[in-house]
């Protein structure tokens, strides 16, 4: 079984000209402000606070780099859309977030938490239109699937796939719960397949342009 343990922290960045080198491979989670991305990342790790967590929307406000192997990282971006956040930072963030995406050589795959809740959001969407140009594929992970009867976490599972099947290649999604501990083995697989092998990225999509940043 795939596991990313012996995970450790290694740098923050608040600004693109201080990202590291990009060598290596690495896996970003992003997604909406308070979606669990910090979260999973720990769930993943099997670690209690290494990534930071908080019930305050917003609280990762930098990029923030973790080791999982030699020149392997997961990347832990602020979350989009929190909307009490000044509008200076928020657009600090997107730039953040979306020049990591868009350019970042060694980005192997990305980490898209949605609360199974409230899937597919506007600006999830506009997350897919900045990273479909780019070929990097895409794994949603339904976070907060405790949150949900099994028989509402299946039904939402369904749907989120019907979509992607229809507008996205390149992307699939799973349950998650990180209290729960559900779907770790999944995603662990996923992570490890796109940071041990280079041939992951497919060709961009013709005739797709960048939208709005979320
Ligand atoms: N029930 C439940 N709560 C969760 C889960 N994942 C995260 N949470 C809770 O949701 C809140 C936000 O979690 P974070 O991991 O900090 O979310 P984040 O996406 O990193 O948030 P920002 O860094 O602010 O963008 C915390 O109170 C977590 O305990 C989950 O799978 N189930
Ligand atoms: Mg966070």
Known sequence: MATLKNIEFVTTVAATCNLPPPCG??????????????????????????????????????????????????????????????????????????????????????????????????????????????????HILLSKADKLTRRQADETLRRVDHVLRANYGNCSVQLFSSPKKTGIPEAAEIIRNWLDHDDNKKPPVKGNKPGAKP
């Open 25 to 138: 491979a690495e896996v970003a989670f992003v997604g909406r402000s308070n979606a669990g991305k910090s979260s999973a990342i720990n769930a993943l790790a099997q670690r209690k606070r290494m990534a930071f967590v908080s019930k305050t929307p917003g609280r990762t406000q930098h990029i923030n780099f973790f080791r999982v192997g030699t020149e392997q990282y997961l990347v832990d971006l602020p979350g989009y859309g929190y909307a009490a956040v000044p509008a200076a930072a928020r657009a600090h963030w997107n730039e953040l977030i979306g020049s990591y995406i868009q350019s970042r050589p060694s980005l192997r795959g990305i980490i898209l938490i949605m609360d199974a809740r409230r899937p597919m959001t506007v600006l999830d969407e506009e997350l897919f239109a900045w990273v479909k140009p780019t070929g990097t594929p895409i």
